[in-house]
């Protein structure tokens, strides 16, 4: 978990006084569930990379899918849904959660 | 050299915002304001201020133009009364969430239903808790000095400031005003540094993100220690202004306040009729005062609760309501009191909504039934008796 600022050590009125600074925000923390690939079953089509709403996916140098983000990834399911061989599953996210 | 000339309460403020020269004044007409920035509009056209004025089409794009101005790092005026400040509400609160310190002149008028153009405070008080500091002005010259030293405070503590006067009684009637030297009071205002302005590319800023259950709260809570704070530049920008002016500017004024048995608590035009009545029964022997607030957000409890401790009866006169439950100022003095453990007697009564003339003889009435002990826990002054 990231550590929360308190009132005396943030800017007034909520102003932000750094550009970029979105890029700290991660997104990924609503995520109920999970992807989990199968890398023995995937055939590197890609589709999930392609289908991904949150472009989180990565295609690595060689033409190969890479990891999944999973500090911007919000579970919706599209990439398991689209796999033509079903290798990835969505699982429940509380199972990860130390 | 200061000049003494004879203009109305929104001449007199107009004559404030010609001298302070704010770089962008957005505002739209409305009764009993328009008097204002036609004025202002009068020194734009003349030259003598060099202002970005912008005609918008509402009173909510107004206060959004300010907004944006003052964010970008202008000094920013505005005025508004009535329903145009109902009608920009919802950025009057944002104003003083970004902590922008944009002046607003504010004319007071009754609000609707049922309509009417006429004096009461139920407009600036039902802004009372969106975080802007609160000025009410007794009369013209209280209305210009106190607009001089709302944009040097607004900008010490990043807050916004309303700056009230009575709509017609004061807006509309013509006084002597002293307006005091130009160079003096330029200098007295000086220039305005915003240390986030959008314009400023070298150091890149984002006003007004989201922020939810994490930040909201800490964000809000800043606003508090910003009001503190408040209360000890009104005291440090007063000094300076008197400087200037030989005015001095407290919290509150107290008007024969020291020995007085009975007193009255009320704002704006009518504390200058109440001090009238009181020099008429003081010369009868009458042991009678008055307290003006001038701040009334920040609320000075503790002072103004320590003033009014030995009084043994009080009247707060309050020209708004707040229905079903204590009317604005008597609510504030009420808490005021609590904390000195007063062992007095409380008394609320409303008068002049909607400009009901309130007069000397019903002014009087209140004291003597102070004196003898008559006047009802909540009273109407001037409401007609049921039959």
Redesign the interface.
């Known amino acids: 978990m990231k550590k929360?600022?308190?009132?005396k050590e943030?800017?007034?009125?909520?102003?932000?006084?750094?550009?970029g600074?979105s890029r700290k925000f991660k997104t990924g923390d609503w995520r109920s569930f999970r992807p989990i690939i199968d890398e023995k079953k995937c055939i590197n089509c890609i589709q999930c990379v392609v289908y991904c709403p949150e472009n989180c996916i990565k295609v690595k140098e060689d033409g190969k899918r890479g990891k999944i983000d999973l500090d911007y990834c919000k579970g919706c399911g599209i990439c398991a849904n689209i796999c033509p061989v079903k290798c990835i599953k969505m699982e429940e996210e509380a199972k990860f959660v130390k | 050299m200061s000049k003494v000339k004879a203009i109305t309460g929104a001449e007199a403020a107009a004559e404030a915002m010609r001298q302070i020269n704010p770089d962008v004044c957005a505002a739209f007409p409305i009764t009993p304001q328009t008097p204002v920035m036609q004025k202002f509009a009068d020194f734009h056209a003349d030259g003598l201020v060099d202002s970005e004025l912008i005609r918008v089409e509402s009173e909510h794009s107004a206060m959004s133009c300010c907004v944006g101005a003052s964010a970008a790092g202008a000094r920013v005026m505005t005025a508004t009364s009535f329903a145009g400040l109902a009608l920009m509400w919802e950025i009057v609160g944002v104003a003083a969430g970004l902590r922008l310190p944009i002046v607003m002149e504010i004319v007071n008028r009754a609000l609707s239903a049922p309509i009417n153009i006429h004096c009461d405070h139920s407009d600036s008080m039902g802004t009372r808790d969106l975080g802007w500091i609160q000025v009410y002005s007794e009369n013209a010259q209280e209305a210009y000095e106190n607009t001089l030293l709302a944009i040097r405070l607004a900008e010490k503590v990043l807050l916004p400031v309303m700056v009230c006067q009575d709509g017609f009684i004061t807006s509309h009637g013509v006084e002597n005003v002293k307006i005091f030297d130009d160079n003096k009071v330029k200098k007295f205002v000086g220039e305005h540094k915003y240390p986030y302005g959008l314009l400023n590319i070298k150091k890149p800023v984002t006003h007004g993100p989201l922020q939810l259950q994490d930040y909201y709260f800490e964000t809000k809570s800043q606003q508090m220690p910003a009001m503190e704070e408040a209360k000890k530049r009104y005291i440090q920008v007063g000094n300076e202004l008197s400087k200037i002016t030989g005015n001095k500017y407290p919290y509150f004024e107290e008007y024969k306040l020291k020995d007085a048995k009975v007193a009255i608590v009320v704002l704006s035009s009518t504390a200058g009729t109440t001090k009238a009545v009181i020099d008429k029964m003081r010369e009868k022997g009458r042991k009678v005062g008055l307290l003006k607030p001038r701040l009334f957000r920040p609320f000075m409890y503790k002072e103004i609760g320590n003033a009014l401790k030995n009084i043994d009866s009080i009247a707060v006169l309050d020209r708004s309501e707040s229905f079903g439950a204590n009317a604005p100022l008597y609510g504030e003095i009420k808490n005021a009191l609590y904390d000195v453990k007063y062992k007095g007697k409380l008394h609320s009564c409303i008068f002049g909504l909607g400009g009901r003339n309130i007069y000397e003889s019903e002014i009087e009435g209140v004291f003597n039934e102070l004196l003898t002990n008559k006047l009802k826990e909540k009273e109407y002054i001037g409401l007609r008796k049921c039959p």
Do not use: M, N, Q, V
Request: proline share 7%.
């Open positions: 929360l600022k308190s009132a943030i800017p007034i009125g909520g102003l932000i006084d750094e550009a600074s």
